[in-house]
């Protein structure tokens, strides 16, 4: 069974200050990794797509890698309004889901 | 274009009550999923439908039903609730058909408490 686990759980940051948050996972095929942005009450919005190791995606802030058994947000000089939940997710071969993540509650304080 | 909308955003119930969502699809998409986050969880995958048909179901009993219509719009019906059924219901769209992995489109959700 697919396994998706993200760390840490929260992570308070200042304005400007980097890191990167982890995503591992385990399935049998991947066919694609997502990353989503959650705001409180609301549903996840689509932030990237990898499908291959060694691919990367950037928007804005934020840039996205792929491995073989990890991905990593990595978010460049946050400012407050990237406080959200991220989710992880992944999309195997057989199975018409995706299998999410309990994701990083991220904070930026000003 | 329009997003995914879906209603009613809010609803309390009681135990053994029966709920039903709706959701109504992003424009050009053909196929609807459903998923359940508990507070502090992840979306845990329902189940999905794909031209009126039940393509792929979670790990939740029958007493979680779903339709899709011929607009593609969806409901998710739940009989005799429980304690445990109180969560966001996020209904999600895509375009089935593409050679990648599908991309969901979400709705905000509709808060459900079973009290």
């Known amino acids: 069974e697919d396994q998706v686990t993200q760390s840490p759980e929260a992570l308070r940051l200042q304005e400007g200050e980097s890191s990167s948050l982890n995503c591992s996972y385990t399935v049998s095929g991947l066919r694609g990794l997502f990353w989503y942005r959650q705001d409180p009450g609301k549903g996840p919005e689509f932030l990237f797509t990898?499908?291959?190791a060694g691919e990367e995606k950037e928007k804005e802030r934020l840039k996205a890698t792929l491995t073989k058994k990890e991905s990593l947000l990595h978010i460049t000089a946050p400012k407050p309004e990237d406080s959200a939940t991220y989710l992880c997710?992944?999309?195997?071969?057989?199975?018409?889901?995706?299998?999410f993540g309990t994701g990083t509650r991220l904070t930026i304080i000003p | 274009e329009t997003g995914v909308t879906q209603s009613p955003t809010h609803l309390i119930k009681t135990r053994g009550q029966q709920v039903t969502l709706r959701c109504s699809s992003q424009s050009g998409h053909n196929t609807v999923s459903w998923y359940q986050q508990a507070l502090g969880q992840g979306p845990q995958f329902i189940f999905q439908y794909y031209r009126e048909e039940e393509n792929g179901r979670g790990n939740f009993p029958p007493r979680f039903s779903g339709l899709q219509f011929p607009n593609y719009s969806s409901e998710l019906n739940v009989n005799a609730l429980e304690l445990d059924d109180s969560a966001l219901y996020l209904c999600?769209?895509?375009?089935?058909?593409?050679?990648?992995?599908?991309?969901?489109?979400f709705g905000a959700g509709s808060r459900l408490t079973v009290l």
């Open positions: 999600a769209s895509s375009l089935t058909g593409f050679s990648g992995a599908n991309v969901l489109t």
């Open positions: 990898l499908y291959s």
């Open positions: 997710a992944v999309y195997d071969f057989g199975n018409e889901k995706l299998t």
